[in-house]
């Protein structure tokens, strides 16, 4: 059986992409109900596509650009190839695609799901998981089906044990596709969505009383198109690099230990198997996903993702078991030391999500502390939210630092990569659940626009209250993953440059550290700053509309004197308001936030490739080292605080308006502070996830030209592993010269010289013994 999944590992990821087929011929064959949800849902697919097609031309420029980088870089060193630059264009494609196939899936399910919702609340989250399930399958098919099917091809090229290492240096640059397009869609989309948020927010709620999904708001489509740009592509994209990265990182790390069956290769196998076997039990997981009138959607939701989990562990058992044989060497407790590292990634995956949910869940006691002091101002709302956001960093990094400790106390550094790679098994499911979130506020934002009755709002909103909840363990499970990943392909780096140890007690170590954790908040700093500028121009389009097209000025006097309430509009006001439809020039408000997505997103996206290649080159191996330690740290905790502040602020808003205390102080402060968290959880916060894992990916493929001298490194006389300032491993080499010579009082004396070197540093200690001790030293090394 095991050969079987191990020959025709490409077979998986075509059933996924099938699978994905299905799903979607389904989706299309719904109703998409009335004429004029049918337009609003055309002006959401048209815009993001447009943004896709605008963002698209600017990146094939950049692929090109890199591969023929890559191209001349792999043929002139050695233990790499030109080839490398072939994984680099099928890794992005692969990205683009799962971006492409998830926008198309979404914009197709969300009118489908406001139509479903008019019959019953079962059937509208049965469309919009649908959709979701066609972004999750789409993603995780492509990646098993690209990795594998290059790692068969490039392994029919280079046949046998003594060309691994070459070829998966070349099938690194699969990931370094991945992950480059994964940053620019998430930077782009994300700075897209919060500009359309931020103008449609404080403009449409703050100043013209309006709700944000208002016909009448210009802003409003561009919001809605932001959703599938940010939490639908970005997302998708996002936890692609995420799976393809761990995977890789995993199997560079397997090379090192050889397994007695499969040629030697069960370690490098052994990611690939359990992501093959994750597909299957994620096809099994959606079929869980059902309910009735009346009942929960996040139980339906949990018990899908949960149940999949859970076949996920079993399964996982019996591929370990059947892939590592009880002992080997370079695994200290063989095929079940794996099997508890990657529960660890499981567990410390979830927790991470619950803990999420309890930071940013409406209800809980952080976001109602929120809610309590934004009664006196947004300025204390704002305190209250950073507040909150810094502490929700400590028991995730704490069950982090467990996953870490845990798998490699039982599996070394294959252990750590491991157990992301179990955390990563269901990814298809997983991503499944994320991406109907998005659907579903699309599909409130139809109902609202379309205006349906309230009965039909009630029910999408149930859905995307489920969503926001799903979205919040989701961005945790991506932040516990890419810690994992990046630690795991840091790792893989270390062995392939030679790397023995990062010791801070050196210059450039030091330097590299602290050039590292410096760059998350430049990084967040360009992102932000992006969102503010694209946001200016947002709400002074939307400003410039509401004050020059007569028949959204006068609407929007009949809203305000109904109190937003159009049951209560007389005749008259009626015709006023009806006479305004089509009247907000969307197409406006989506160029402005396409234009400054694709502008802005190019400095970000750029800083993560050249920055750790400008390190490597200029300050080697070890500085380059420190660099990733100090980014990775650094990096995720801004990622866990930003990510929980943004949706702590979110949820305390939503608090309110469930209250009934719409338009008051309270909730205008809690819209302030929404508003600043907006570009922290959907734009810089989520983007860090990809600069941590882009940065080691980069390190990794420049790794065989900046390697130490291994030679240099292994020749000495003795070496033992000491411990420097209880801090790294470092090695020590050590050379005793011993003389015995006579002296005039007839007496032998023995000099013993001991030179000891500690990287760069030499010293030289002198001993020397006369009479009796002498005499002694010489009868106990008498082989002298």
Same mark, same amino acid.
Request: proline share 3%; with cysteine; glycine share 12%.
């Given at each position: 059986?095991?050969?079987?999944?191990?020959?025709?590992?490409?077979?998986?990821?075509?059933?996924?992409?099938?699978? %994905?087929?299905?799903?979607?011929?389904?989706?299309?064959?719904?109703?998409?109900?009335?004429?004029?949800?049918?337009?609003?849902?055309?002006?959401?697919?048209?815009?993001?596509?447009?943004?896709?097609?605008?963002?698209?031309?600017?990146?094939?420029?950049?692929?090109?650009?890199?591969?023929?980088?890559?191209?001349?870089?792999?043929?002139?060193?050695?233990?790499?190839?030109?080839?490398?630059?072939?994984?680099?264009? %099928?890794?992005?494609?692969?990205?683009?695609?799962?971006?492409?196939?998830?926008?198309?899936?979404?914009?197709?399910?969300?009118?489908?799901?406001? !139509?479903?919702?008019?019959?019953?609340?079962?059937?509208?989250?049965? #469309?919009?998981?649908?959709?979701?399930?066609?972004?999750?399958?789409?993603?995780?098919?492509?990646?098993?089906?690209?990795?594998?099917?290059?790692?068969?091809?490039?392994?029919?090229?280079?046949?046998?044990?003594?060309?691994?290492?070459?070829?998966?240096?070349?099938?690194?640059?699969?990931?370094?596709?991945?992950?480059?397009?994964?940053?620019?869609?998430?930077?782009?989309?994300?700075?897209?969505?919060?500009?359309?948020?931020?103008?449609?927010?404080?403009?449409?709620?703050?100043?013209?009383?309006?709700?944000?999904?208002?016909?009448?708001?210009?802003?409003?489509?561009?919001?809605?198109?932001?959703?599938?740009?940010?939490?639908?592509?970005?997302?998708?994209?996002?936890?692609?690099?995420?799976?393809?990265?761990?995977?890789?990182?995993?199997?560079?790390?397997?090379?090192?230990?050889?397994?007695?069956?499969?040629?030697?290769?069960?370690?490098?196998?052994?990611?690939?198997? $359990?992501?093959?076997?994750?597909?299957?039990?994620?096809?099994?997981?959606?079929?869980? %996903?059902?309910?009735?009138?009346?009942?929960? &959607?996040?139980?339906?939701?949990?018990?899908?993702?949960?149940?999949?989990?859970?076949?996920?562990?079993?399964?996982?058992?019996?591929?370990?078991?059947?892939?590592?044989?009880?002992?080997?060497?370079?695994?200290?407790?063989?095929?079940?030391?794996?099997?508890?590292?990657?529960?660890? =990634?499981?567990?410390?995956?979830?927790?991470?999500?619950?803990?999420?949910?309890?930071?940013?869940?409406?209800?809980?006691?952080?976001?109602?502390?929120?809610?309590?002091?934004?009664?006196?101002?947004?300025?204390?709302?704002?305190?209250?939210?950073? =507040?909150?956001?810094?502490?929700?960093?400590?028991? &995730?990094?704490?069950?982090?630092?467990?996953?870490? $400790?845990?798998?490699?106390?039982?599996?070394?550094?294959?252990?750590?990569?491991?157990?992301?790679?179990?955390?990563?098994?269901?990814? =298809?499911?997983?991503?499944?659940?994320?991406?109907?979130?998005?659907?579903?506020?699309?599909?409130?934002?139809?109902?609202?626009?379309?205006?349906?009755?309230?009965?039909?709002?009630?029910?999408?909103?149930? $859905?995307?209250?489920?969503?926001?909840?799903?979205?919040?363990?989701? /961005?945790?499970?991506?932040?516990?993953?890419?810690?994992?990943?990046?630690?795991?392909?840091?790792?893989?780096?270390?062995?392939?440059?030679?790397?023995?140890?990062?010791?801070?007690?050196?210059?450039?170590?030091?330097?590299?550290?602290? #050039?590292?954790?410096?760059?998350?908040?430049?990084?967040?700093?360009?992102?932000?700053?992006?969102?503010?500028?694209?946001?200016?121009?947002?709400?002074?389009? #939307?400003?410039?509309?509401?004050?020059?097209?007569?028949?959204? /000025?006068?609407?929007?006097?009949?809203?305000?004197?109904?109190?937003?309430?159009?049951?209560?509009?007389?005749?008259?006001?009626?015709?006023?308001?009806?006479?305004?439809?089509?009247?907000?020039?969307?197409?406006?408000? %989506?160029?402005?936030?396409?234009?400054?997505?694709?502008?802005?997103?190019?400095? &970000?996206?750029?800083?993560?490739?050249?920055?750790?290649?400008?390190?490597?080159?200029?300050?080697?191996?070890?500085?380059?080292?420190?660099?990733?330690?100090?980014?990775?740290?650094?990096?995720?905790?801004?990622?866990?605080?930003?990510?929980?502040?943004?949706?702590?602020?979110?949820?305390?808003?939503?608090?309110?308006?469930?209250?009934?205390?719409?338009?008051?102080?309270?909730?205008?402060?809690?819209?302030?502070?929404?508003?600043?968290?907006?570009?922290?959880?959907?734009?810089?916060?989520?983007?860090? !996830?990809?600069?941590?894992? $882009?940065?080691?990916?980069?390190?990794?493929?420049?790794?065989?030209?900046?390697?130490?001298?291994?030679?240099?490194?292994?020749?000495?006389?003795?070496?033992?592993?000491?411990?420097?300032?209880?801090?790294?491993?470092? /090695?020590?080499?050590?050379?005793?010269?011993?003389?015995?010579?006579?002296?005039?009082?007839?007496?032998?004396?023995?000099?013993?010289?001991?030179?000891?070197?500690?990287?760069?540093?030499?010293?030289?200690?002198?001993?020397?013994?006369?009479?009796?001790?002498?005499?002694?030293?010489?009868?106990?090394?008498?082989?002298?």
């Amino acid at each position: 059986m095991m050969e079987f999944i191990v020959n025709y590992l490409p077979l998986f990821g075509i059933l996924a992409l099938v699978f %994905v087929f299905v799903k979607n011929a389904w989706v299309a064959k719904q109703s998409e109900g009335e004429e004029r949800m049918s337009r609003i849902a055309k002006n959401i697919a048209d815009g993001a596509m447009s943004f896709l097609k605008a963002e698209y031309k600017i990146l094939s420029i950049f692929v090109i650009a890199v591969a023929i980088l890559l191209y001349f870089k792999g043929s002139s060193e050695e233990g790499s190839h030109g080839m490398v630059a072939l994984s680099f264009v %099928v890794g992005a494609i692969c990205s683009a695609l799962a971006g492409f196939i998830g926008m198309k899936a979404a914009t197709k399910a969300n009118v489908r799901t406001t !139509n479903a919702a008019r019959k019953s609340l079962g059937k509208a989250l049965e #469309v919009a998981f649908a959709g979701g399930a066609v972004m999750g399958l789409g993603v995780v098919g492509l990646g098993v089906l690209g990795l594998s099917g290059l790692f068969m091809y490039y392994q029919s090229i280079w046949p046998g044990a003594d060309n691994l290492g070459l070829v998966l240096n070349v099938l690194s640059g699969f990931s370094l596709g991945a992950s480059s397009i994964a940053l620019f869609a998430r930077v782009g989309g994300g700075i897209y969505t919060k500009a359309a948020d931020v103008g449609a927010d404080l403009v449409g709620k703050v100043e013209a009383g309006i709700p944000e999904d208002h016909p009448l708001n210009p802003a409003t489509i561009a919001d809605n198109v932001g959703d599938n740009v940010g939490d639908v592509a970005g997302m998708g994209a996002d936890l692609f690099e995420s799976y393809v990265g761990s995977i890789i990182g995993t199997m560079v790390l397997g090379a090192f230990i050889i397994t007695p069956d499969f040629a030697g290769l069960g370690a490098v196998y052994l990611p690939l198997v $359990l992501a093959a076997v994750g597909i299957i039990m994620s096809i099994i997981g959606t079929f869980f %996903v059902r309910v009735k009138d009346g009942g929960n &959607p996040q139980t339906a939701l949990n018990i899908g993702e949960f149940g999949s989990a859970g076949l996920m562990v079993i399964a996982s058992y019996f591929i370990i078991t059947a892939l590592i044989p009880e002992s080997v060497e370079g695994l200290p407790s063989g095929a079940m030391g794996i099997f508890y590292a990657t529960l660890a =990634g499981l567990v410390a995956g979830l927790g991470v999500g619950k803990i999420t949910e309890y930071y940013t869940g409406t209800g809980t006691k952080p976001v109602s502390s929120i809610v309590r002091q934004s009664e006196t101002g947004a300025a204390t709302n704002i305190i209250a939210g950073l =507040g909150v956001g810094m502490m929700s960093t400590m028991v &995730p990094i704490l069950l982090i630092a467990a996953a870490i $400790l845990i798998s490699h106390h039982f599996a070394g550094l294959y252990g750590i990569a491991i157990a992301a790679v179990g955390m990563l098994a269901n990814t =298809g499911i997983q991503l499944a659940v994320d991406a109907y979130g998005p659907i579903s506020d699309n599909a409130g934002g139809i109902a609202e626009m379309a205006e349906l009755p309230s009965e039909v709002r009630e029910r999408t909103d149930k $859905l995307d209250a489920v969503g926001n909840t799903t979205a919040a363990i989701g /961005k945790g499970f991506a932040i516990a993953s890419a810690a994992l990943t990046a630690l795991a392909l840091f790792a893989a780096f270390m062995k392939v440059a030679g790397v023995t140890a990062i010791d801070v007690s050196k210059p450039t170590v030091m330097a590299g550290l602290l #050039v590292g954790g410096m760059l998350p908040f430049v990084f967040s700093a360009l992102s932000m700053n992006a969102v503010g500028r694209a946001a200016m121009a947002m709400i002074e389009e #939307v400003r410039r509309q509401f004050r020059d097209i007569p028949q959204l /000025k006068a609407a929007l006097t009949v809203m305000r004197e109904v109190d937003s309430d159009m049951s209560k509009a007389t005749k008259e006001q009626r015709e006023i308001f009806d006479a305004a439809d089509g009247y907000a020039e969307y197409d406006k408000c %989506v160029d402005i936030s396409t234009k400054a997505s694709i502008k802005e997103m190019v400095l &970000p996206g750029l800083l993560a490739i050249i920055v750790p290649v400008a390190v490597g080159f200029i300050g080697g191996a070890e500085m380059l080292g420190g660099l990733l330690a100090g980014v990775t740290t650094c990096g995720v905790l801004m990622a866990i605080f930003q990510s929980n502040a943004g949706g702590a602020w979110d949820n305390a808003k939503k608090m309110i308006e469930s209250d009934g205390r719409k338009g008051t102080d309270a909730h205008k402060a809690a819209v302030v502070g929404d508003t600043v968290g907006d570009p922290f959880k959907d734009t810089s916060g989520p983007s860090l !996830n990809i600069l941590l894992k $882009l940065m080691s990916v980069v390190a990794l493929v420049i790794a065989p030209s900046i390697a130490l001298n291994i030679p240099a490194v292994t020749s000495h006389n003795e070496a033992v592993t000491i411990e420097l300032h209880n801090t790294a491993q470092v /090695k020590e080499e050590v050379q005793k010269t011993i003389k015995v010579k006579v002296n005039d009082a007839n007496q032998k004396v023995v000099t013993i010289t001991t030179t000891t070197t500690i990287g760069d540093e030499k010293k030289v200690a002198t001993e020397t013994l006369e009479g009796e001790d002498a005499e002694a030293f010489i009868k106990e090394h008498e082989s002298i």
